[in-house]
């Protein structure tokens, strides 16, 4: 089966940067696409970005070209670099895939990293 396991959240000043990672383990070849949520306090988890199988990203509009979404196959682990921190943006981070083992949309979840942006 396929573990997520997320890394690199902290504190961090307005106007700064964090690049988180998702360290992926089990069989790659059951990943159809993978994607970054994030869930403020007190608010519904939402969608950052989803990378399909060939490598083309999709970003939620609430991005507003700030965070970018990239995958390095070598290495089995997948970036958000995250720019530009606003206090908004302090969140829990999870990194998610959908694989051939569910029935459609994201079915592997990690635990999540904490993000917080003070001001």
């Known amino acids: 089966q396929v573990q997520l396991v997320e890394s690199g959240g902290g504190l961090v000043q307005a106007g700064g940067s964090l690049r988180l990672s998702c360290q992926i383990s089990?069989?790659?070849?059951?990943?159809?696409?993978m994607a970054w949520f994030r869930q403020p306090p007190g608010k519904r988890r939402e969608l950052i970005g989803i990378i399909r199988y060939g490598g083309n990203v999709n970003y939620a509009d609430s991005v507003n070209g700030r965070f970018t979404i990239s995958r390095d196959n070598a290495k089995n682990t997948l970036y958000p670099q995250l720019n530009n921190l606003e206090p908004e943006d302090t969140a829990v981070y999870y990194c998610?895939?959908?694989?051939?083992?569910?029935?459609?949309?994201?079915?592997?979840w990690g635990k999540g990293t904490r993000v917080t942006v003070s001001s």
């Open positions: 998610a895939a959908e694989t051939r083992y569910g029935i459609g949309g994201m079915d592997t």
């Open positions: 089990g069989s790659m070849s059951s990943i159809n696409s």
